[in-house]
């Protein structure tokens, strides 16, 4: 990873020793194009690390993929009737944490428990709403404050992150990210019934 000023860039190794890359940076409004995407991020990344740019000039122009970060107000309840929201549609939040994905299988994984555990559906996607909606939106709430400090614009903040990043011992981010990041890596999924005893129903062969 590496920080700049109001944007920051990342990368990391993927399958079929392919490598994924992003550049996040603030935008003025939303909707701006660019005629040539590459070119307008290696124009943004010309004084970051020469690895970096040749990984930019490496991919394709075709496989470079511009979209505008979006996340959403708090709703005040994920359900309405016999009717629930999960996933992006109930809390859509900056990608600062890595947790769009893993908060929508974390709702799964609730609503299907609490429904489980319930006599009726308004009753198991109430008890779905109560669990969820104070985790979800916090772990969104924590995404955008890491989103509003990755990408600040002040000259003094990005100085201060750079001394601090460049005093601490490579060697305890490992246990200084494990005791930040409990609370939202500590989550316990809920317990799900069994799958019902399956009863064969065929014929036994005739005995000899």
């Known amino acids: 990873m590496v920080r700049g ?28 194009r660019y005629g040539d995407d590459r070119a307008e991020v290696l124009r943004r990344i010309d004084s970051w690390p020469a690895d970096l740019r040749e990984l930019v000039e490496a991919t394709p122009a075709s496989d470079v993929l511009h979209h505008d970060v979006f996340d959403l107000a708090p709703l005040d309840r994920y359900v309405n009737g016999r009717v629930a929201l999960l996933g992006d549609a109930a809390h859509l939040m ?69 001394a601090v990043m460049s005093l601490v011992p490579s060697s305890r981010w490992p246990r200084w990210a494990e005791r930040g990041l409990s609370r939202l890596w500590g989550w316990e999924p809920p317990a799900l019934p069994g799958p019902a005893p399956v009863r064969d129903t065929r014929t036994p062969p005739e005995q000899v």
Do not use: F, I
Not at 107 to 114: E, R
Not at 142 to 157: G, H, M, V, Y
């Open 94 to 162: 900056c990608p600062d944490l890595a947790q769009g994905a893993g908060q929508a299988l974390e709702d799964a994984v609730v609503l299907a428990a609490s429904l489980a555990a319930s006599g009726r559906v308004e009753e198991g996607l109430a008890r779905y709403d109560a669990e969820r909606r104070p985790r979800s939106q916090w772990v969104a709430a924590e995404a955008r404050k890491n989103a509003d400090q990755n990408l600040s614009p002040s000259r003094s903040a990005h100085a201060a992150t750079a």
């Open 5 to 32: 000023r109001g944007s920051y860039a990342l990368a990391m190794p993927v399958a079929g020793n392919r490598v994924y890359w992003a550049v996040a940076c603030r935008s003025q409004r939303p909707g701006t």
